[in-house]
C-alpha cells in the first residue's frame, strides 16, 4: 500500500495540464530551428530555386522566416488548423512546413503523381480544412472542389518579376493568393502587436506527443494509410539526419539538393535537417540529369538523397564527370546494387546507404563504412557497403524475426547472414500509428514493434542486409529466389542500366522469375533477352535454377515518385503481356 506523501503526487500529477514538462526538460518541435538559424545568420542563403520560367530566386534566412512567419498568421487568423499540401519541391513548400505547424497546425502533404480521385481520398480522409497548391498542380483538385466547394485552396503562382518580403514584413513584391495570405498574416501580426514567433507555436508545444503531420503510404495494393507523426519524433529523426547524413559541414555550409521529394514522408525530415545546420535548400521542382549536373558542379551542392534507380541514371548522363569535391548522397528507397556504389564512388558521388519506410520519418538505419573494407577487394567492399546497417542513432538497433510464427510472437532469427525474417523496429522515430485506423495500427505494430514487411538477414556484425518485400521473393519449386539479388546481378552486365524482376506461373516449378530492363544508351540494338539468359548462366555468381528463364528488354521501368520500382505494374505487365509505351 502507497504511503500519503506518494498518494499525494499521484493526484497532484493528474491535475497538472496535459504534457506539461518538468522544469529540467521543454517539448520538443523542429519547427525551433527555422527561427534558430534566422536568429544566428539572417542574411545566410537559405533558399536557391530556379523557378518554372526559368528565373533564379535566393532567400536568406530572415527572409524565409518572415516569409513563414506571415503564412502561420494567416491560418491562425482565419482558423486553419489541418492543411493539405500539394506541390513539388519549391519555397512555398518549405515556407508552409514551418508556418503551418507554427500556427498550431497539421501538415498534410500529398503526393502530386497521384490520379485526382486518390488526392480527393487522401485530403477528404485527412479532414483537412484549407489547401496550399502550386499552379501547376491545382488542376489535380477539381473533383475534389466540387465535394468540398467550402475548403480554401490558397494557390501558389510563378511570378514573371520576383522579389521578397522586407525584413521589416511590411513591403513586398505580391504574386498571387500565396504571397498575398503571407502578407496578410505579417500585417495581421503587425496590427495585434507585433509579437512576432513569441506568439506562435515554433520553440515548444504543449505535447511533443501532438501529431505534426499525417504522410501517407504509397497505397500501391490498397488505399493509402496515414502515417502519424509526432512533434518528437520528427524532431530526433532530424537530428538523426543531420548526424547521419553528414549535414553539419566542417569546412562550410552545406547545400541540399532536393531530388527527393518533399511530399515523401515529409522529405525524410530534410525540411528541418537542413534549417538545424543553417544549410542551404537548393530546390528542385523535377528531376532533370543535366540540370542535376549543372546544380552539382556550379552551385556547390554538398548533399542530397536519391533512390538507386535516379542514381543509376545519374551516372549514365552524358554530363556525369567526375566532381572536384566529395558530394554525400544519401541513397535508400529500394536496395542498391554493390556495382551501384562503384559507379557513384568513381564519379566523387559518396552513398549513404540507409533504409526505413514513411512509418519511421524515412530512414531508419544506415550502412556504416569501416576503415578495415578498405583492405578488401573492391567487389567485396561494394558489397559490405549494399547492406542496410544498424539502427540510427535516435533509434534502437533494428531485429530480424521468424516468419510464420503467430501474431505477436517476436523470435530473432541467428545472426548468421543465412536465415531469411522480417525487419521490426521500435523506438523514438517510429510513427505513433496509421490515422483513423486503429486496426491497422494494431498488425503494424503487433508484439510491441514496428513490423516492416521486408525481408533481410542478419550479419554476425548485427546489421541487416535486406533481401526482398515478403510479397516480392519468389517461391520456385521449393527455393526461395530473392528479385533485389537478380536486379543486382542483372545490373552487373555492362550494357544494361537498370533491373525489375517480378514471379510469374511455371506449370513445374509453381513460379519463376522474369526480368524487364533497360539498356544504356547506344546499347539498345546491341543486344537480346537471350543473350542476356546466356551471360547470366556462364558468366554470373548466381546458381544455375535462379536464372530468369524469360528477359524482357523495355524503354523504361514503371516507378513511384521515390524511384522505386513498380513491381505490381510488373506483375500486370507479365499477366496481360502489354507493356504501355
Known amino acids: 500500500m502507497s504511503g500519503a506523501p506518494s498518494r499525494l503526487r499521484s493526484v497532484l500529477n493528474h491535475l497538472l495540464p496535459h504534457g506539461q514538462p518538468a522544469h529540467h526538460i521543454h517539448n520538443l518541435t523542429p519547427t525551433v530551428f527555422l527561427e ?140 498571387g493568393p500565396f504571397d498575398e495570405a503571407v502578407m496578410e498574416g505579417l500585417n495581421h501580426d503587425k496590427a495585434t502587436g507585433s509579437k512576432g514567433w513569441a506568439d506562435l507555436q515554433n520553440q515548444t508545444v504543449a505535447n511533443e506527443d501532438d501529431m505534426i503531420a499525417i504522410p501517407f503510404t504509397s497505397g500501391t495494393t490498397s488505399k493509402p494509410k496515414g502515417c502519424v507523426y509526432t512533434h518528437r519524433g520528427a524532431y530526433l529523426a532530424t537530428l538523426a539526419n543531420v548526424i547521419e547524413s553528414g549535414l553539419n559541414v566542417a569546412d562550410g555550409r552545406s547545400k541540399y539538393l532536393w531530388t527527393l521529394p518533399m511530399f515523401h514522408a515529409m522529405g525524410w525530415t530534410f525540411p528541418w535537417a537542413v534549417c538545424a545546420v543553417r544549410g542551404t535548400h537548393v530546390c528542385l521542382r523535377k ?98 557497403m549494399a547492406r542496410q546497417g544498424h539502427g540510427f542513432i535516435t533509434s534502437l538497433p533494428a531485429r530480424i524475426i521468424k516468419p510464420d510464427q503467430p501474431e505477436g510472437v517476436l523470435i530473432d532469427v541467428e545472426k548468421n547472414g543465412q536465415e531469411v525474417g522480417e525487419i521490426i523496429f521500435t523506438g523514438n522515430i517510429c510513427c505513433k500509428g496509421y490515422y483513423k485506423d486503429p486496426e491497422a495500427t494494431r498488425k503494424l505494430f503487433a508484439g510491441g514493434m514496428l513490423h516492416t514487411g521486408d525481408l533481410a538477414v542478419w550479419h554476425p556484425d548485427g546489421s541487416i542486409h535486406i533481401q526482398d518485400r515478403a510479397k516480392d521473393i519468389i517461391i520456385s519449386g521449393g527455393e526461395n529466389i530473392s528479385s533485389v539479388a537478380l536486379e543486382s546481378m542483372l545490373a552487373e552486365h555492362p550494357d544494361i542500366l537498370e533491373a525489375g524482376v517480378v514471379a510469374v506461373p511455371d506449370s513445374h516449378w509453381g513460379e519463376r522469375p522474369k526480368a524487364y530492363i533497360t539498356l544504356k544508351e547506344g546499347r539498345e540494338t546491341s543486344l537480346t533477352g537471350q543473350d542476356v539468359i546466356d551471360w547470366a548462366k556462364h558468366n554470373s555468381s548466381i546458381s544455375k535454377f535462379m536464372v530468369p528463364r524469360e528477359v524482357e528488354i523495355v524503354k523504361e521501368l514503371p516507378k513511384t515518385s521515390t524511384g522505386k520500382i513498380k513491381k505490381n505494374e510488373l506483375r500486370v505487365w507479365a499477366k496481360t503481356g502489354a507493356i504501355p509505351n
Open 36 to 175: 534558430r538559424a534566422a536568429a544566428i545568420e539572417p542574411e545566410a542563403e537559405a533558399i536557391f530555386h530556379i523557378t518554372a520560367n526559368g528565373k533564379t530566386l535566393r532567400r536568406s534566412y530572415i527572409e524565409f522566416a518572415d516569409r513563414a512567419r506571415g503564412l502561420a498568421y494567416y491560418l491562425r487568423k482565419h482558423g486553419y488548423k489541418r492543411v493539405g499540401l500539394l506541390a513539388p519541391n519549391t519555397p512555398a513548400f518549405l515556407e508552409s512546413v514551418y508556418g503551418i505547424v507554427a500556427a498550431g497546425g497539421v501538415i498534410v502533404p500529398v503526393n502530386i503523381r497521384l490520379k485526382p480521385e486518390d488526392i480527393t481520398y487522401i485530403f477528404d480522409f485527412a479532414e483537412v480544412d484549407s489547401i496550399i497548391a502550386d499552379a501547376e498542380y491545382a488542376h489535380l483538385l477539381n473533383s475534389y472542389k466540387k465535394e468540398h466547394p467550402d475548403v480554401p485552396v490558397i494557390i501558389d503562382v510563378v511570378c514573371s518579376f520576383l522579389g521578397t518580403i522586407d525584413t521589416d514584413a511590411t513591403e513586398g513584391a505580391l504574386c
Open 287 to 384: 528531376i532533370d540529369y543535366p540540370l542535376i549536373w549543372k546544380l552539382l558542379k556550379e552551385e556547390g551542392v554538398t548533399h542530397f538523397c536519391a533512390a538507386p534507380t535516379v542514381n543509376t541514371l545519374l551516372c549514365a548522363a552524358k554530363e556525369a564527370e567526375a566532381l572536384p569535391k566529395p558530394v554525400r548522397v544519401t541513397v535508400a528507397a529500394s536496395p542498391p546494387t554493390p556495382h551501384l556504389f562503384e559507379q557513384m564512388t568513381s564519379l566523387n558521388l559518396f552513398p549513404v546507404h540507409v533504409y526505413g519506410l514513411t512509418e519511421t520519418y524515412g530512414p531508419i538505419t544506415r550502412g556504416y563504412i569501416l576503415p578495415s573494407w578498405d583492405n578488401l577487394p573492391p567487389h567485396d567492399k561494394y558489397a559490405k
